[in-house]
């Protein structure tokens, strides 16, 4: 069974930090990229970053470059978001997903909520 377990989430003030995690299981980790997907109410979805799975290359949101670095572990099976300076705007519900960061994805995990407040 496929699992991806997006953690880390929570409650900041503007300016602040938080690093979300993304555990996965149930498929060959390696083989694929990483990203998350971010969803405030009444929005759409939106890409905020994404990692190869070969060779490590990553893409950001234009909004969060300079902020965020996304970073994986083959050996753990895990993706990390860290996200400093937070911004109202990025309140949202934080996806992380598992496939391509050109075509999509294949694999959806749960979301973990982060809020900040100005």
């Known amino acids: 069974e496929v699992q991806l377990q997006a953690s880390g989430g929570g409650l900041v003030q503007a300016g602040g930090s938080l690093n979300l995690s993304c555990a996965t299981s149930?498929?060959?980790?390696?083989?694929?990229?990483i990203g998350w997907v971010r969803q405030a109410p009444g929005t759409e979805r939106d890409g905020v970053s994404c990692i190869e799975s070969r060779d490590g290359g990553t893409y950001y949101l234009n909004s969060v470059k300079g902020r965020f670095t996304i970073s994986r572990d083959n050996a753990k099976n895990t993706v990390s978001l860290q996200m400093r300076n937070l911004k109202p705007e990025d309140t949202a519900l934080y996806f992380c997903?598992?496939?391509?960061?050109?075509?999509?994805?294949?694999?959806w995990g749960q979301g973990t909520q982060v809020t900040v407040s100005s």
């Open positions: 149930g498929f060959t980790f390696e083989d694929y990229a």
């Open positions: 997903a598992a496939g391509s960061c050109d075509v999509g994805y294949d694999y």
